[in-house]
């Protein structure tokens, strides 16, 4: 049976960004406040970017339509492994007169609005949806909102240690989450497991947090005992991987805002011992554009680019060969925070 509830009204601050999220769906609801727990606020502002998301029954309650005319400017689909591996959404992004649309078919439909600076999501019953499906069309929404105020995500992991930032970029299976644990049990401190903000400030990048919660696979799972022997209520099941929050594990996990000073590009050797590859700006530079994430208008493209550019720039640059030390690598890479700031300071 398809419910909608009364209309749920959510504030949040993302980084001096006010934000109003409103939606008339309670499953909807309760996945932005799950996912954006850290950015809730009390108190209304008094000039806030809206983003209201609708729940309608099936696609044809949609009231919005995209024009014959808008330009297709990107074609994707996304996979989730589930009762057999099944495509959950198929995405077409447009763009007509500075209005994106990202088509998400049976599924739903997000506008984002240049002009207004605001979004509007209809989603086709979200309270059939996964947790992280739902979350993925917020998320969708509120980066490209906030791209338009010059703060940039991309797919990465980052941690603070004694305000200095790290990021790890990485696909799949490239050991981008198991350095993470490493380094995160270590004392480093929580920024992202998966998006985290940067933007560029008078003084020079600036690395924002973004917590999430962390999705393990069993391999993962394996080289920790904290991990190995969490109970279920810790570390819970997800599809296709199980998941926690670090606070549940970590103590004080939580870091501040900081300045990126190394960034470490991982892929896993069959090797005893791990060790480090100095990068030029030019290979690193390389290396990180498949991370950042899709960009639609021009103007934002060239601003994004930029702040990558700048971000190269201000950081020292790894290939990490991550070898089976893996609980051992805090002694390779803290060393290399402080060579960066006597650097800095030199």
């Known amino acids: 049976m398809f419910v909608t509830s009364a209309t749920k009204e959510i504030q949040l601050s993302v980084h001096g960004t006010e934000m109003t999220f409103t939606t008339n769906s309670h499953a909807l609801a309760h996945s932005v406040e799950s996912l954006l727990r850290h950015f809730k606020c009390q108190t209304p502002a008094t000039e806030s970017i809206p983003m209201q998301f609708t729940a309608v029954q099936q696609r044809s309650d949609i009231p919005l339509r995209i024009s014959g005319k808008a330009l297709l400017l990107h074609s994707g689909s996304g996979l989730v492994l589930g009762c057999g591996s099944h495509t959950t959404w198929r ?11 990202a088509d998400f078919h049976e599924e739903g439909l997000v ?38 105020r010059g703060i940039f995500t991309f797919h990465a992991t980052a941690l603070e240690y004694q305000g200095k930032g790290v990021l790890i970029p990485g696909f799949s299976g490239r050991g981008k989450t198991t350095s993470f644990l490493s380094l995160l049990r270590s004392g480093y401190r929580y920024l992202s497991d998966d998006h985290p903000f940067f933007r560029v400030t008078d003084s020079g990048v600036e690395l924002l947090p973004y917590p999430l919660k962390i999705n393990v696979t069993d391999q993962t799972v394996s080289y920790f005992p904290e991990l190995r022997n969490a109970p279920p209520s810790v570390l819970r099941a997800g599809t296709p991987k199980r998941y926690f929050y670090p606070e549940d594990l970590y103590p004080s996990p939580l870091g501040q805002s900081c300045t990126p000073a190394i960034i470490l590009f991982p892929s896993v050797v069959n090797s005893p011992h791990s060790c480090l590859e100095p990068l030029s700006k030019k290979l690193a530079m390389e290396m990180i554009l498949p991370h950042s994430l899709l ?48 650097k800095k300071a030199s």
């Open 111 to 148: 506008v984002i609005d240049s002009r207004s600076q605001s979004a509007q999501g209809y989603l086709v019953r979200p309270e059939d949806m996964a947790p992280d499906i739902r979350n993925s069309f917020v998320h969708f929404a509120m980066t490209e909102l906030l791209k338009r």
């Open 91 to 101: 995405c077409d992004i447009y763009l007509d007169q500075g209005v994106l649309f």
């Open 295 to 342: 960009v639609y208008e021009p103007e934002v493209a060239r601003q994004e680019f930029k702040a990558l550019v700048r971000l190269i720039q201000d950081t020292d640059c790894y290939r990490l060969h991550f070898g089976r030390d893996v609980v051992d690598l805090p002694w390779l890479v803290t060393p290399l925070l402080d060579n960066h700031s006597m």
